[in-house]
């Protein structure tokens, strides 16, 4: 007796489940984005990274900015130091983020500023300025990339490449031919430490006129430059 054919039946399609394909699709994004930033992080480790998003907008409100990149080798050492006296006077010491400096600020009440050179060198590369909460988290969360991948001299060299030192002047070069007519690798202490007093406020600070403040302030920035290449802090990013 011939045994029966047992049909076969089609399996069921799959149906659509979209929490799953949200889910699935969101790891995938985050890991895109996580390869974009950390690729083009390490890239500029070597390469000059392109003008930053704030250099276009004052580019296209002044009608143009005066820039030109310079290699750290071409800049007066003791701009450097003044920079990270007047900035960041342990930015040998930490891995991006001054815990003490932090903790000062909130006993204070937030009422002055924590930032790194670390954290300001990615807010003006990579970033906008302007207080939000999503420039603070991403801040927060590409500037432990930069710190891994670039050594503590190249941060520095793209930081005073990028800074703002009067409206349309961006760049140590620039600065230092528009404030006091030489190159940036014959600044003096006192014409390093103005421009470094400058920084937190370039639109309403001049370096070659310099008020009664900012003359004790560059006074007091000198100090901290040779203090720190005394006591061994400048030694990171110094040759």
Not at 8 to 27: G, L, N, S, Y
Not at 226 to 235: E, F, L, M, N, P
Request: charged share 25%; with cysteine.
């Amino acid at each position: 007796m011939a045994k029966r054919k047992t049909k076969k039946t089609a399996p069921e399609p799959r149906r659509f489940q979209p929490v799953r394909w949200v889910r699935r699709w969101t790891i995938r994004f985050c890991l895109i984005v996580i390869v974009v930033v950390v690729g083009t992080v390490a890239a500029h480790r070597v390469l000059t990274p392109p003008q930053t998003f704030y250099m276009g907008q004052e580019a296209r409100r002044l009608g143009g900015i005066d820039y030109q990149w310079v290699p750290l080798d071409e800049v007066a050492p003791v701009m450097a130091r003044s920079v990270v006296a007047a900035e960041d006077a342990n930015f040998c010491l930490h891995w991006g983020f001054d815990m003490a400096a932090i903790r000062t600020a909130i006993e204070d009440g937030g009422g002055r500023g924590a930032s790194t050179l670390s954290q300001q060198t990615v807010k003006n590369v990579y970033l906008w300025h302007g207080r939000s909460w999503l420039r603070k988290a991403l801040e927060a969360a590409i500037t432990p990339v930069v710190e891994g991948l670039w050594t503590k001299r190249r941060i520095i060299e793209v930081y005073l490449n990028v800074a703002e030192f009067d409206e349309g002047i961006f760049g140590v070069e620039a600065a230092a031919r528009h404030y006091f007519g030489v190159g940036p690798e014959d600044l003096s202490a006192m014409q390093a430490a103005r421009l470094a007093a400058v920084l937190p406020d370039p639109k309403d600070r001049s370096a070659a006129k310099p008020g009664g403040w900012l003359r004790k302030r560059a006074a007091s920035i000198m100090d901290g430059a040779a203090t720190i290449r005394r006591d061994g802090r400048s030694g990171c990013f110094e040759d």
